[in-house]
C-alpha cells in the first residue's frame, strides 16, 4: 500500500530561515509567501493605502537580529512599520526571491516608443546594488548647516510609518518629516525647536536633501532592459512592476 500522505500539511508546508540582510545593519530572516498572503496583496485598496505591504512583510518575516516578531497581528505590523524605509524595501525584495525564485517575466509599456514588451530577467544575474544606512539603525540624523552658520537641524529618517503618511497625505514634502532645529539665539541653546518645511528658505531645504539621501540606505530594485521594437534601452524599478510580488498567470 502506498503511504498516504496528509494534503494539509503538504499544502501549507513552507520554507523558513531565509537570511534577507537589510541596510541598516540588521538581518532578517523569512518565509515564503503562501496563496493566502498573496491574495491579500491582490486587494487593490489593501495596495493603494500601503496596508498590503505592511501585512505581507509582518506575515513573512520571522525574526529580525534573531529576535521574533510578536506573535499578535497588531504587534507584528508596527514593528515593521518601525524599520527604516531602506529595511522594508530590501525584506520585499527578499520575500519575492525567496518564494518566487529569480526567474521574473515582466510585460511594460517602453517608454520610448510605447509599445508593450516582455522581458525575461534573471535575478541572479543582475548586480543590485545594496547602500548601507551610514548611521546604521539610527532613526534620525543631526547636523550642523553650513549655508546658516550657527543651525542645527536634527531630522527623522523615513521608516514605514512616515511612508504611510506620504500615502495618505500625498504631498512629497512629507518625506522630511519630524523637522526640529537648534539655533544659538535662543537663551537655552539646547533647546530644541519644531519648524515648519514651509517656512525653511530653500537653500537650508537642499542642503537638508542632500543631508538626507547622503544618509539614507537602499537596494537598488532596478533592471535594465532593451526593447525589441525600437532597441533603446529601458529602466525599471521591480518593486514598482505591478506583477514582481504577485506574477500575472498568464505571464
Not at 523558513?16 to 485598496?45: C, I, W
Not at 516608443?113 to 539603525?137: I, M, N
Request: net charge negative.
Amino acid at each position: 500500500m502506498p503511504e498516504e500522505l496528509d494534503i494539509s500539511k503538504l499544502l501549507y508546508d513552507v520554507k523558513q530561515g531565509f537570511v534577507v540582510l537589510l541596510p541598516s545593519g540588521s538581518s532578517a530572516t523569512v518565509r515564503e509567501m503562501t496563496g493566502h498572503d498573496q491574495r491579500k496583496f491582490m486587494n487593490k485598496t489593501a495596495l493603494a493605502n500601503g496596508t498590503a505591504i505592511n501585512d505581507l512583510l509582518a506575515n513573512c518575516t520571522d525574526t529580525i537580529d534573531d529576535q521574533p516578531l510578536p506573535s499578535d497581528p497588531k504587534e507584528r505590523v508596527t514593528a515593521i512599520l518601525d524599520l527604516l524605509e531602506g529595511d522594508r524595501s530590501a525584506l520585499l525584495f527578499g520575500i519575492r526571491r525567496h518564494s518566487l525564485g529569480d526567474e521574473f517575466i515582466f510585460t511594460m509599456e517602453c517608454p520610448h516608443c510605447k509599445r508593450k514588451e516582455t522581458w525575461e530577467v534573471d535575478l541572479a544575474s543582475q548586480d543590485f546594488s545594496f547602500k548601507a544606512y551610514p548611521h546604521g539603525k539610527d532613526k534620525a540624523i543631526e547636523y550642523d548647516s553650513k549655508v546658516l552658520p550657527g543651525l542645527t537641524v536634527k531630522v527623522r529618517l523615513l521608516d514605514g510609518h512616515g511612508s504611510m503618511a506620504v500615502m495618505k497625505k500625498g504631498d512629497a514634502m512629507d518625506l522630511l518629516t519630524d523637522l526640529e532645529v537648534r539655533l544659538p539665539q535662543y537663551k537655552n541653546k539646547d533647546q530644541w525647536v519644531g519648524m515648519k518645511l514651509q517656512l525653511v528658505s530653500d537653500r537650508v531645504l537642499g542642503e537638508l536633501r542632500q543631508k538626507l539621501r547622503e544618509a539614507e540606505g537602499q537596494v537598488d530594485s532596478r533592471v535594465t532592459v532593451t526593447c525589441k521594437n525600437c532597441s533603446n534601452p529601458a529602466t525599471f524599478d521591480l518593486l514598482q512592476v505591478p506583477d514582481f510580488m504577485i506574477p500575472n498567470v498568464t505571464s
